[in-house]
């Protein structure tokens, strides 16, 4: 399927950055390059975009999307933690304004064998990046009580400790493969009431989703980078989804 991303929060994240048409601008997590489209459409041809995206998928979405633009365009394989480095090799010394959309998009939910998402069948994976540590090296070397820490902290799940005990007693007959197999691990590891919530294995799976990926760790050093390179006067966005991510954005 096409990479795409609805972005959201448009105007608002317009808005925000009050964009100048000759400013240099980062979309930080480019996904399938909405919000970056929107950036680039009101640079002038002296204006600068970069966008930076962890999934070569993205990259590649985004070169067609944004190909008819006027403005200068660099899209770079990276992690929006790697600003700086990023500016460096392009001889950029600040910008005008950073957007960071914190998470996973809605491409690669929808894309099964990607194996973000609980509701189809796929192989364990989870990286954005697609390459590293899997979902499926989490789920099947991890401890019990490592589990439980990143299925308590990262998912703010209160049944962390019995999904974690039924992981490692299920990967003793076999390994996990799949995110079906997950999926009913969590489920039969919760109460009947809790099973029958909208999303149970939504928190879970964004617990693991987050350690695969580092996501709050890249969030913390991103912000600190962003505030390194911003010229006096630029706009910093930062677009969150859950509490974890929220209260280290406004700590910062």
Do not use: W
């Amino acid at each position: 399927m096409d990479f795409k991303h609805v972005p959201v929060l448009y105007e608002e994240c317009l808005e925000g950055l009050a964009i100048k048409p000759d400013g240099i601008y980062v979309d930080g997590t480019l996904g399938g390059a909405g919000h970056a489209f929107g950036i680039g459409s009101r640079l002038s041809e002296k204006g600068i975009l970069i966008g930076i995206d962890r999934d070569k998928e993205a990259i590649k979405a985004a070169e067609k999307r944004l190909e008819s633009l006027s403005c200068t365009k660099f899209l770079v394989q990276s992690t929006y933690d790697q600003i700086e480095d990023v500016l460096t090799q392009l001889q950029i010394d600040g910008i005008d304004g950073a957007l960071l959309d914190i998470g996973v998009s809605s491409y690669q939910l929808d894309t099964a064998e990607r194996g973000f998402s609980y509701r189809q069948n796929a192989p364990l994976d989870m990286r954005m990046s697609q390459t590293g540590m899997s979902a499926k090296d989490i789920v099947n070397t991890y401890s019990v009580s490592e589990l439980n820490r990143i299925i308590r902290d990262y998912g703010e799940e209160k049944y962390s400790y019995q999904i974690a005990k039924n992981i490692v007693k299920a990967r003793e007959d076999k390994p996990l493969e799949t995110t079906m197999e997950l999926a009913d691990i969590i489920k039969s590891s919760m109460p009947a009431a809790a099973r029958r919530e909208k999303n149970p294995c939504k928190r879970t799976f964004q617990a693991i989703r987050i350690a695969v990926n580092s996501e709050l760790e890249s969030l913390s050093e991103g912000l600190q980078a962003a505030f390194e390179i911003l010229a006096p006067g630029g706009r910093l966005v930062v677009i969150t989804f859950h509490s974890l991510e929220d209260r280290i954005v406004k700590q910062a």
